[in-house]
């Protein structure tokens, strides 16, 4: 891969000499922030935590091979967790699909910052519900913090915690105990950079973006209910890019706007079908639901992307629901193999473009 937009690499080297700027990021980056005469980034430290053993143990490892390492244990956790639900068989076949046949194949394969978020926080997310079903819930909290300190709406995952604990105050107590760890060490890391609590920079940052096409429709703000139809064109049903020339397909490659499951990794459909069972199916489904009403709001539905990177967010919460419901069906096999081709085909494609 490319070893290129490395901020979380700059900041992990920043943490390491006891500051929160980047003195060295260099001037082409994207999405930094020149605060009285310093340079920042807008992202939540966590992601740069992860880095500082592999920094230390070697100084010129880079984000992406990271991102290719903590990837591959990413896949390991989704059939760890998804063996609280289904057989083995099945838990190795949705792994598979995860890890090949979504666009986390692309993220964890290209590494760049705001992909790595994604690895990073899928990495957090995974290990806090496997020490929930273990039933090890400060843990459990202390990993869900993490997540949020890696990627902001995934604060949102803690609505199934909630669901799952709320009668048992002292396990809830104990998840409470773990998770609220996020807060001060981001209105610290905020306070350093900012001299406010709740200054994250990312507005400043959206400010930036003004005039620059990061999207295929209309900025109805950076917020706004009006950008959710364009969130779920991605999602669902955003077709490759087809060249027809003379009536005849004269190329096909994939959108840098992105794609949808239909296309990329339809198995996931099976996901989001009603009607969801009572208690921990609709549980999930809720939580999936609101986690991605942040990505859906947001202003831009993603870029230089392959598939969807914002289904990352939620994307744990759907595969237990896959599942509850997988059987390995002549169907459901072929959509897996279908998937895992169609994203080695959109990895290719998008390194051949240059994302």
Same mark, same amino acid.
């Given at each position: 891969?490319?070893?290129?937009?490395?901020?979380?690499?700059?900041?992990?080297?920043?943490?390491?000499?006891?500051?929160?700027? &980047?003195?060295?990021?260099?001037?082409?980056?994207?999405?930094?922030?020149?605060?009285?005469?310093?340079?920042?980034? *807008?992202?939540?430290?966590?992601?740069?935590?992860?880095?500082?053993?592999?920094?230390?143990?070697?100084?010129?490892?880079?984000?992406?091979?990271?991102?290719?390492?903590?990837?591959?244990?990413?896949?390991?956790?989704?059939?760890?967790?998804?063996?609280?639900?289904?057989?083995?068989?099945?838990?190795?076949?949705?792994?598979?699909?995860?890890?090949?046949?979504?666009?986390?194949?692309?993220?964890?394969?290209?590494?760049?910052?705001?992909?790595?978020?994604?690895?990073?926080?899928?990495?957090?997310?995974?290990?806090?519900?496997?020490?929930?079903?273990?039933?090890?819930?400060?843990?459990?909290?202390?990993?869900?913090?993490?997540?949020?300190?890696?990627?902001? *709406?995934?604060?949102?995952?803690?609505?199934?915690?909630?669901?799952?604990?709320?009668?048992?105050?002292?396990?809830?107590?104990?998840?409470?105990?773990?998770?609220?760890?996020?807060?001060?060490?981001?209105?610290?890391?905020?306070?350093?950079r900012f001299g406010k609590f709740l200054e994250t920079g990312y507005e400043i940052?959206?400010?930036?973006?003004?005039?620059?096409?990061?999207?295929?429709?209309?900025?109805?703000?950076?917020?706004?209910?009006?950008?959710?139809?364009?969130?779920?064109?991605?999602?669902?049903?955003?077709? *490759?890019?087809?060249?027809?020339?003379?009536?005849?397909?004269?190329?096909?490659?994939?959108?840098?706007?992105?794609?949808?499951?239909?296309?990329?990794?339809?198995?996931?459909?099976?996901?989001?079908?009603?009607?969801?069972?009572?208690?921990?199916?609709?549980?999930?489904?809720?939580?999936?639901?609101?986690?991605?009403?942040?990505?859906?709001?947001?202003?831009?539905?993603?870029?230089?992307?392959?598939?969807?990177?914002?289904? &990352?967010?939620?994307?744990?919460?759907?595969?237990?629901?896959?599942?509850?419901?997988?059987?390995?069906?002549?169907?459901?096999?072929?959509l897996i193999l279908f998937s895992v081709i169609v994203n080695f085909w959109g990895?290719?494609?998008?390194?051949?473009?240059?994302?």
């Amino acid at each position: 891969p490319r070893n290129w937009y490395d901020h979380y690499l700059y900041l992990t080297k920043s943490l390491i000499q006891g500051r929160v700027d &980047l003195p060295d990021l260099p001037s082409f980056y994207h999405d930094k922030i020149e605060f009285e005469g310093k340079v920042y980034i *807008p992202f939540p430290p966590a992601p740069s935590f992860l880095l500082l053993p592999f920094v230390i143990l070697k100084d010129n490892i880079t984000q992406q091979q990271v991102s290719t390492i903590i990837g591959a244990v990413d896949i390991l956790l989704i059939y760890l967790l998804l063996l609280n639900f289904t057989s083995k068989k099945n838990s190795l076949l949705l792994s598979i699909f995860f890890g090949f046949g979504t666009s986390f194949f692309w993220s964890a394969i290209v590494g760049t910052t705001w992909f790595f978020a994604h690895i990073v926080a899928i990495f957090f997310i995974t290990i806090s519900l496997i020490m929930h079903f273990k039933q090890r819930h400060f843990l459990s909290g202390i990993f869900f913090a993490l997540a949020t300190l890696t990627r902001l *709406p995934m604060v949102i995952a803690g609505t199934f915690f909630v669901f799952q604990l709320f009668k048992n105050w002292r396990k809830f107590a104990l998840y409470l105990f773990g998770a609220f760890m996020f807060i001060p060490i981001l209105f610290s890391y905020n306070y350093l950079r900012f001299g406010k609590f709740l200054e994250t920079g990312y507005e400043i940052v959206y400010e930036q973006y003004s005039g620059i096409k990061v999207s295929i429709a209309e900025n109805f703000g950076y917020f706004n209910y009006k950008n959710i139809p364009l969130h779920l064109y991605t999602f669902l049903i955003m077709p *490759p890019s087809i060249e027809i020339k003379d009536g005849i397909i004269n190329n096909l490659k994939p959108s840098p706007f992105g794609m949808g499951i239909l296309f990329t990794s339809p198995l996931l459909l099976l996901a989001l079908i009603p009607k969801f069972k009572k208690g921990v199916e609709i549980q999930l489904f809720i939580t999936a639901f609101l986690c991605a009403l942040p990505s859906f709001l947001h202003y831009a539905q993603g870029w230089v992307q392959f598939g969807y990177r914002f289904v &990352l967010d939620f994307i744990v919460f759907l595969l237990i629901i896959l599942a509850l419901r997988f059987r390995p069906t002549k169907l459901n096999i072929f959509l897996i193999l279908f998937s895992v081709i169609v994203n080695f085909w959109g990895v290719l494609w998008a390194i051949e473009l240059g994302w």
